[in-house]
């Protein structure tokens, strides 16, 4: 694909869940609006209930993928459906959220579409130039694309979502499903069972616990809190190691990366390889009986104490200030 | 069954790293190698897999000379034999490029599995496995917290934030393990003397037939602008509770306009 080909399109994989557009759906959608001009990629079913919030968010495009087939397999129906439609619409650049199955659509996109490739954005210039925070946030790099169509995997919460309503105009894609789809088949999927919280990695403020909590129980006082502020639940591997708390609410090098607006670790030491997944959270807060702790080297503001005594008063706090 | 296990020697996390001013690219030399500790759950699920089916665990690493250390240590582990990818061109390949190289070192030896950790400590991109499977044609089971093998089918479970997937596929496949999968096990003083007889076998490009022009830092498909290391951090005010810790955080919560 020549530059001169090139259109101010901006490909955005919707991210959802039967229709339903995640936040950084709606986060990426805004980004590409600022970017070029944005035109939406959706595969799977429920694409009509997607519709109203895409064009919300300023897509003047849509590109649809509904084949039933779709949703029983992993990774290259979306990888199908973006070649198809960058064919139609040479992309300025191709946006994906930086989940684990949007990083793969973007890796195997890549190979596909002869394409440079950058994973998890923070920020994308209007001149397609990436922002990253690599190695837990030691430092700040800008990167392009040299090679094809840039294929970006953005962060969530890296963007805010403005609203900029527009009519979106419906194509259908013809996805030939390409034979390695049918490769692996998803035979049975139990849905993570919704705990009324938001996802860990879009959440505003994530409240975690560490080996400091001590029991499965003691994860109540993080919970309660947690409601307290709409915020989500993490948990440093000590945790999920002991079986506390359930794996996909790890933070760390080996779970999940967060940056929330405010990250609330309570009774965690703060290992490397914990704030590897966190130490870009705007503002940390720290509850630790150990003043040595090393997480207190990055909070903004830190109580040395119990967490037991420390966090239900918070808890009762916020509640009173917020009535 | 004939595994292929993929690895990479990563900077141990404990060191700092450093970005090198001429080229932007990680200054390997100066931190510690050590194997990506992700992909030792992969070596222990290959030779976990070994055990039962009986069978041979090739590990295949792509880095400068000391990555041979890393190899050594999944032999140590149990692993069968090593397969060296080095070559002075591959310095500052992408992973575009590193697909490439993999996916021709493992094309043509009739490995049944090829298994990779879910991700290195140092890069975190997770892609490499799915691009090796898009290059080769082959399914893709990645992110599994358990795989079985019956026959020529395999079926692992699939986690991600979404939630547990059953995914079923015939061999050959691509598959990537999470953390959560298995106990990586110690190497044992015996498997270590063991690993010092075990075949290392070393590659150039040249072998794999792949030209030096389409590997490492001039070849790669996105280049780095500017770099800018994170200013210190001011460390923030540090109260020591007196019954009164709760609302502390509050009221600083409350200043930041929070709550």
Redesign the interface.
Same mark, same amino acid.
């Not at chain 2, 044609?137 to 992110?143: A, D, I, S, V």
């Not at chain 2, 019954?243 to 509050?250: E, T, Y």
């Given at each position: 694909m020549s530059d001169s080909a090139t259109s101010s399109k901006v490909l955005v994989l919707i991210d959802h869940a039967g229709g339903r557009v995640s936040k950084v759906g709606t986060e990426i959608l805004t980004l590409a609006a600022s970017i070029g001009e944005p035109a939406a990629v959706f595969v799977g079913a429920g694409s009509d209930a997607a519709l109203a919030t895409i064009s919300e968010y300023g897509a003047a495009s849509i590109y649809v993928a509904s084949e039933d087939a779709l949703d029983s397999h992993l990774v290259v129906p979306s990888v199908d459906a973006l070649v198809e439609a960058a064919k139609l619409v040479n992309p300025k650049a191709i946006l994906i959220a930086s989940t684990a199955e949007g990083k793969e659509i973007a890796g195997r996109l890549a190979v596909r579409l002869n394409s440079g490739i950058i994973t998890d954005a923070v920020a994308v210039s209007p001149e397609v130039i990436a922002t990253q925070s690599i190695f837990g946030g030691s430092f700040t790099v800008q990167t392009k694309v040299t090679r094809g169509v840039p294929i970006i995997t953005v962060r969530p919460n890296s963007t805010a979502p403005e609203k900029k309503p527009t009519t979106a105009n419906k194509n259908e894609l013809t996805v030939a499903l390409s034979p390695q789809a049918a490769l692996a088949t998803v035979t049975e999927v139990n849905e993570a069972k919704s705990d009324g919280r938001p996802d860990l990695a879009e959440a505003a403020i994530v409240v975690s616990g560490g080996r400091g909590v001590g029991s499965a129980d003691g994860f109540k006082v993080i919970e309660e809190l947690a409601d307290s502020l709409g915020a989500a639940v993490g948990a440093s591997r000590a945790v999920t190691d002991a079986g506390w708390y359930p794996h996909q609410y790890q933070v760390g090098q080996t779970g999940r990366t967060v940056s929330p607006q405010l990250y609330l670790a309570n009774g965690i030491s703060g290992a490397i390889q914990h704030r590897a997944g966190m130490q870009t959270s705007k503002t940390i807060v720290a509850v630790n009986k150990d003043p040595e702790a090393p997480i207190f080297e990055l909070v903004d503001f830190g109580v040395v104490g119990d967490l037991f005594e420390v966090v239900p008063q918070l808890t009762a706090e916020v509640k009173k200030r917020q009535n | 069954m004939r595994i292929a296990v993929c690895v990479k020697q990563v900077p141990d996390?404990?060191s700092e790293?450093v970005?090198r001013d001429s080229d932007?690219t990680l200054d390997r030399d100066a931190a510690e190698g050590v194997l990506n500790?992700?992909d030792e759950y992969a070596v222990e699920e290959a030779i976990r897999l070994v055990e039962t089916h009986t069978g041979e665990a090739v590990v295949i690493s792509m880095g400068p000379e000391r990555a041979a250390e890393s190899i050594r240590k999944a032999l140590s582990m149990g692993a069968d034999s090593g397969v060296h990818i080095c070559d002075p061109a591959l310095h500052g390949s992408? @992973?575009?490029a590193t =697909?490439l190289v993999l996916a021709k070192a493992l094309e043509g030896r009739n490995f049944d599995l090829i298994l990779f950790g879910s991700e290195s400590?140092?890069a975190?991109?997770?892609?490499?496995?799915?691009?090796v @499977?898009?290059?080769l044609?082959?399914?893709?089971?990645?992110?599994a917290?358990s795989v079985s093998v019956q026959g020529d089918e395999i079926?692992t479970t699939?986690?991600?934030?979404?939630?547990?997937?059953?995914?079923?596929?015939?061999l050959p496949?691509v598959v990537s393990v999470?953390?959560?999968i298995n106990e990586p096990r110690y190497p044992s003083f015996k498997g270590i003397m063991a690993a010092k007889k075990k075949t290392i076998e070393t590659l150039s490009l040249n072998d794999l037939g792949i030209a030096a022009s389409d590997v490492g830092l001039a070849a790669?498909? =996105?280049?780095?602008?500017?770099?800018?290391?994170?200013p210190a951090?001011t460390?923030?005010?540090?109260?020591? %509770?007196a019954? %009164?810790?709760?609302?502390?955080?509050?009221e600083?919560?409350?200043t930041?306009k929070?709550?």
């Open positions: - | 996390t404990w790293k970005l932007k500790e992700l992408d @992973a575009l =697909s400590t140092d975190r991109m997770s892609v490499v496995p799915a691009m @499977a898009e290059r044609g082959l399914p893709q089971l990645t992110f917290n079926t699939r986690i991600t934030s979404d939630g547990v997937a059953t995914v079923r596929a015939k496949a999470v953390e959560k790669s498909w =996105s280049l780095v602008e500017t770099v800018t290391p994170r951090k460390k923030g005010a540090l109260h020591t %509770d019954g %009164d810790g709760g609302l502390k955080i509050a600083f919560l409350t930041q929070i709550i």
